[in-house]
């Protein structure tokens, strides 16, 4: 099997399976609240399914108090993740001190589960209708769409006119007025993204990733990655292990 091919077939893999698989159980928390801060609507199933998972500690005998325990806990690094992504300090706080002050209202674990599958939908919402752009053409939707689910293969503005079938320098222009970037910088920060999610979430080595991501080598792909974050792939990866994302 040639490199484009296993690149392919690991890299859909990785798109098909990045909401599903189970992870070192920090990572696996910490992902429903990565999930809220890009607006990501599945942050609402992955939180509803790690609240029944039992992943969260034991921390009251009585299992109301041991909800209503877990529930401060997760609203309270849902309202950080949420400022970290934009939202207003004082909207989010007074957010969580308004669901906090319903927390008083349950009376079962029950009523506990129910707030915060309704706290990480607002907190989501929130997230998602701040990324909200003016509505881009067909054109560079499909573009978009394209490259989200080709990053393992090259991609040329030739390869992107001829499937949304237009001028390569008229697409090049459209795309740039409407995102305010150019297709090849789309292209790369897409890529970027990719592999700080394989780097959280995985275990694929460097050379690994820059294969999956179309990268001529592990050299290539570092230096774009480095200029990208400012780390290189060992160094982020070593970041998270030290905040104990990464299981040693």
Partial sequence: ?????????????????????????????????????????????????????????????????????????????????????????????????????DLDNCKTPEDVRRLHTDMMTFFTWAMADMQKTDTHSKAVNECMDYIHYHLHEKITVAILAQHVHLNPTYLSELFARETGTSLSQYITDKRMEAAENMLKYSEYSFNEIAQILAYRSQSHFSKVFKKHSGMTPGEYRAKYSQNGIWPE
């Fill in 1 to 101: 099997m040639s490199v484009v091919d296993e690149a392919k077939l690991r890299y859909l893999d990785f798109l098909s399976r990045e909401d599903r698989v189970r992870h070192h159980r920090y990572v696996e928390e910490m992902k429903q609240y990565d999930m809220m801060r890009s607006g990501d609507i599945n942050a609402i199933s992955e939180s509803a399914k790690l609240w029944d998972s039992g992943l969260y500690g034991h921390l009251s005998d009585d299992p109301l108090k041991n909800a209503k325990y877990r529930f401060v806990t997760t609203i309270t690094l849902a309202t950080r993740f949420a400022i970290e992504g934009g939202m207003d300090e004082e909207d989010a706080y007074n957010a969580s001190d308004l669901y906090i002050q």
